[in-house]
Nanobody, 124 residues
Framework: QVRLVESGGGLEQAGGSPRLSCVASGRTFSSDAMGWFRQAPGKEREFVATINWSGSSAAYTNSVKGRFTISRDNAKNTVYLQMNNLKPEDTAVYYC?????????????????WGQGTQVTVSS
């Protein structure tokens, strides 16, 4: 059974720097692209960051550029999202996703596997 399990969320203060982790199991994800998405209450799920299979290429939505960093450790089947200088508008459920084929994408529909999400709440 394929599983993606996110962790690291919680209640944070504005300016905080938590790190989200996503551990994959049930298949080898080293050849998959990985992505982080988020969904705030009443809003659609949106792209945050993506990384290709090797970790050599990444992309971010404009609102997090310079603040968030996506990385991966294929030996551990884990992808990370380092979040710096958090803002209240970053409050959302954050989802990890895997895309077969290795090429990164900012499109929700391009991903094949999804985690259950981890809540990040940022207080001002």
């Amino acid at each position: 059974q394929v599983r993606l399990v996110e962790s690291g969320g919680g209640l944070e203060q504005a300016g905080g720097s938590p790190r989200l982790s996503c551990v994959a199991s049930g298949r080898t994800f080293s050849s998959d692209a990985m992505g982080w998405f988020r969904q705030a209450p009443g809003k659609e799920r949106e792209f945050v960051a993506t990384i290709n299979w090797s970790g050599s290429s990444a992309a971010y939505t404009n609102s997090v550029k310079g603040r968030f960093t996506i990385s991966r450790d294929n030996a551990k089947n884990t992808v990370y999202l380092q979040m710096n200088n958090l803002k209240p508008e970053d409050t959302a459920v954050y989802y990890c996703a895997a895309r077969q084929g290795g090429l990164r994408s900012d499109y929700v529909g391009a991903y094949d596997y999804w985690g259950q999400g981890t809540q990040v709440t940022v207080s001002s």
